[in-house]
């Protein structure tokens, strides 16, 4: 095996930096506009990053202009960490988060658009680290791998390998035949989609600065909000709910099919079975939400503020949606804390950690494609126990799928289910009680946010002790790059030579 060209590597690295250093200070404008006193430490954060991030790409400007697949891996998963470092800096130089597992922490929470947080009190933060701590979500929203995409041909850097290490799902969908215009179109609609929520969620009521962040948080399907209480401090204004929710659904589905939409294509919409399976599981867990809700009249007045807005049923109906939505597309916002609506939809929710968004969505989670997939192969098994010699292909919109991908997804469905039983023996391990663990594992892992137990909506992550608080960003990290692209780097085979 030929030696890893680590020029490259780093100078991706560098270019990674930059980017970062870059958006750092956007959050420096935001600081001197609302002059919450940390604009120097912005700024500093954002030197800092632009001038490591110039030195890696200066020092390697003589690299050799390939990306094989080691490297891709190594540029995607490092390329997360050296973010979420630098990432950190705002929050440490400004003493927003002084201690450094926090910042690091909060940072990861936020680039895998997890959306956990350590912070007790986030209406106190200068609104500029709030700004930056939303930013760090829309980053890593679309991947910040696949933004660098589009820059890496100014190089004269091909970027396919990147692309297939970070795309989330089990295959790479590309709108164009090259990889940097697929990337272009993606972050235009994903851009789009962000400046139409905004300017909704203005108009319905939230302040331009609460629009924003929520916007970034919402399409990065991350979670990270403004107010203490989440969502739940506008419940006695609906509409800014259904905006959310509509914006939730469209991040959590494949943005390939958005673009189809865009392109007047909406047969393809109709007929992507992973688009109705979405939907289908997205109402029918709904449905079954909102009629326990709604007959568990005590339960839903005691956990929802304001539940009589519009009437009791639209209620039950608004909460519900919003719950479903949330955990489905892993952003994890809070309208409620579903944990006290009965132990039935505990278990209910519990269960939706493992389901996911769409592949090509900024969702984390399984995805509805593997598990749609996985049922398929698994009635086919049946079949050919009764018709041994039959051939039986898997079909997903109406192409059989080939075994490769099948065993795959089988695969990485164990190694899933494994890493989530190990994730939750370590927190259990710490001292954790049962609700705490196995949530935070599944939390983690699937890139959630609010959790069970001791890490519920009206809790926190600052619980952990600093080696849980590593742990659960580690699982943040290999649950967002897709399990294989991060653990396949930990074997002794992927570092040899020969």
Same mark, same amino acid.
């Given at each position: 095996?030929?030696?890893?060209?680590?020029?490259?590597?780093?100078?991706?690295?560098?270019?990674?930096?930059?980017?970062?250093?870059?958006?750092?200070?956007?959050?420096?404008?935001?600081?001197?506009? !609302?002059?919450?006193?940390?604009?120097?430490?912005?700024?500093?954060?954002?030197?800092?990053?632009?001038?490591?991030?110039?030195?890696?790409?200066?020092?390697?400007?003589?690299?050799?202009?390939?990306?094989?697949?080691?490297?891709?891996?190594?540029?995607?998963?490092?390329?997360?960490?050296?973010?979420?470092?630098?990432?950190?800096?705002?929050?440490?130089?400004?003493? &927003?988060?002084?201690?450094?597992?926090?910042?690091?922490?909060?940072?990861?929470?936020?680039?895998?658009?997890?959306?956990?947080?350590?912070?007790?009190?986030?209406?106190?933060?200068?609104?500029?680290?709030?700004?930056?701590?939303?930013?760090?979500?829309?980053?890593? $929203?679309? #991947?910040?791998?696949?933004?660098?995409?589009?820059?890496?041909?100014?190089?004269? @850097?091909?970027?396919?390998?990147?692309?297939?290490?970070?795309?989330?799902?089990?295959?790479?969908?590309?709108?164009?035949?090259?990889? =940097? *215009?697929?990337?272009?179109?993606?972050?235009? @609609?994903?851009?789009?989609? =962000?400046?139409?929520?905004?300017?909704?969620?203005?108009?319905?009521?939230?302040?331009?600065?609460?629009?924003?962040?929520?916007?970034?948080?919402?399409?990065?399907?991350?979670?990270? %909000?403004?107010?203490?209480?989440?969502?739940?401090?506008?419940?006695?204004?609906?509409?800014?709910?259904?905006?959310?929710?509509?914006?939730?659904?469209?991040?959590?589905?494949?943005?390939?099919?958005?673009?189809?939409?865009?392109?007047?294509?909406?047969?393809? @919409?109709?007929?992507?079975?992973?688009?109705?399976? !979405?939907?289908?599981?997205?109402?029918?867990?709904?449905?079954?939400?909102?009629?326990?809700?709604?007959?568990? +009249? *005590?339960?839903?007045?005691?956990?929802?503020?304001?539940?009589?807005? /519009? #009437?009791?049923?639209?209620?039950?109906?608004?909460?519900?949606?919003?719950?479903?939505? =949330?955990?489905?597309?892993?952003?994890?916002?809070?309208?409620? *804390?579903?944990?006290? /609506? =009965?132990?039935?939809?505990?278990?209910?929710?519990?269960?939706?950690?493992?389901? $996911?968004?769409? +592949?090509?969505?900024?969702?984390?989670?399984?995805?509805?494609?593997?598990?749609?997939?996985?049922?398929?192969? #698994?009635?086919?098994?049946?079949?050919?126990?009764?018709?041994?010699?039959?051939?039986?292909?898997?079909?997903?919109?109406?192409?059989?799928? %080939?075994?490769?991908?099948?065993?795959?997804?089988?695969?990485?469905?164990?190694? !899933?289910?494994?890493?989530?039983?190990?994730?939750?023996?370590?927190?259990?391990?710490?001292?954790? *009680?049962?609700?705490?663990?196995?949530?935070?594992?599944?939390?983690?892992?699937?890139? @959630?946010?609010?959790?069970?137990?001791?890490? &519920?909506?009206?809790?926190?992550?600052?619980?952990?002790?600093?080696?849980?608080?590593? /742990?659960?960003?580690?699982?943040?990290?290999?649950?967002?790059?897709?399990?294989?692209?991060?653990?396949?780097?930990?074997?002794?085979?992927?570092?040899?030579?020969?």
């Amino acid at each position: 095996m030929p030696r890893l060209n680590y020029q490259i590597i780093l100078h991706v690295m560098g270019l990674l930096l930059l980017c970062n250093g870059g958006f750092m200070l956007l959050a420096t404008l935001v600081s001197y506009v !609302y002059d919450d006193g940390v604009t120097l430490e912005i700024s500093t954060a954002a030197l800092v990053t632009l001038f490591v991030g110039t030195l890696l790409m200066f020092t390697t400007r003589g690299h050799s202009k390939e990306v094989k697949k080691r490297e891709g891996y190594i540029i995607v998963t490092f390329g997360w960490i050296f973010m979420a470092l630098s990432g950190s800096l705002p929050y440490l130089i400004s003493e &927003s988060i002084p201690d450094f597992t926090n910042a690091f922490f909060e940072t990861m929470s936020g680039y895998t658009t997890t959306g956990a947080s350590i912070l007790n009190d986030i209406e106190a933060i200068p609104k500029g680290i709030l700004f930056w701590r939303s930013l760090t979500h829309w980053i890593g $929203g679309m #991947g910040i791998i696949v933004l660098a995409i589009a820059i890496l041909p100014l190089l004269g @850097i091909g970027g396919m390998q990147l692309f297939s290490a970070e795309s989330p799902g089990p295959s790479a969908d590309k709108l164009k035949p090259r990889i =940097t *215009d697929t990337a272009k179109r993606l972050w235009l @609609i994903y851009v789009s989609y =962000t400046v139409a929520e905004t300017i909704l969620l203005w108009v319905a009521g939230m302040t331009f600065f609460d629009a924003i962040n929520h916007a970034f948080s919402t399409l990065s399907t991350g979670g990270f %909000s403004t107010k203490n209480a989440s969502l739940a401090y506008w419940n006695d204004n609906p509409v800014i709910q259904y905006i959310i929710i509509l914006f939730m659904l469209l991040a959590g589905s494949n943005f390939v099919l958005s673009y189809f939409a865009f392109k007047g294509q909406v047969q393809k @919409i109709l007929h992507d079975d992973e688009f109705k399976w !979405y939907m289908y599981f997205i109402f029918g867990f709904t449905a079954i939400s909102a009629l326990v809700v709604y007959f568990q +009249a *005590d339960v839903a007045i005691s956990s929802i503020e304001h539940p009589m807005v /519009w #009437g009791e049923t639209e209620s039950a109906f608004r909460h519900s949606l919003f719950q479903v939505l =949330t955990v489905i597309t892993t952003t994890g916002f809070v309208s409620a *804390d579903y944990t006290m /609506w =009965t132990p039935f939809l505990t278990i209910l929710y519990f269960g939706l950690f493992f389901l $996911g968004g769409s +592949a090509g969505s900024t969702a984390g989670g399984v995805k509805v494609m593997r598990h749609i997939i996985m049922i398929k192969n #698994g009635i086919i098994e049946f079949k050919r126990t009764l018709h041994p010699n039959a051939i039986l292909p898997v079909r997903f919109n109406g192409k059989s799928i %080939s075994k490769e991908i099948v065993f795959n997804i089988l695969g990485f469905f164990i190694l !899933y289910m494994l890493s989530f039983i190990i994730g939750a023996v370590v927190f259990a391990g710490m001292g954790l *009680d049962f609700q705490t663990a196995i949530g935070g594992a599944a939390s983690s892992l699937g890139n @959630i946010g609010p959790a069970f137990g001791g890490l &519920s909506p009206v809790n926190n992550f600052d619980i952990l002790s600093n080696f849980g608080k590593w /742990w659960s960003a580690f699982l943040m990290l290999i649950g967002r790059l897709e399990l294989f692209t991060v653990l396949i780097i930990l074997t002794p085979f992927f570092w040899r030579n020969r």
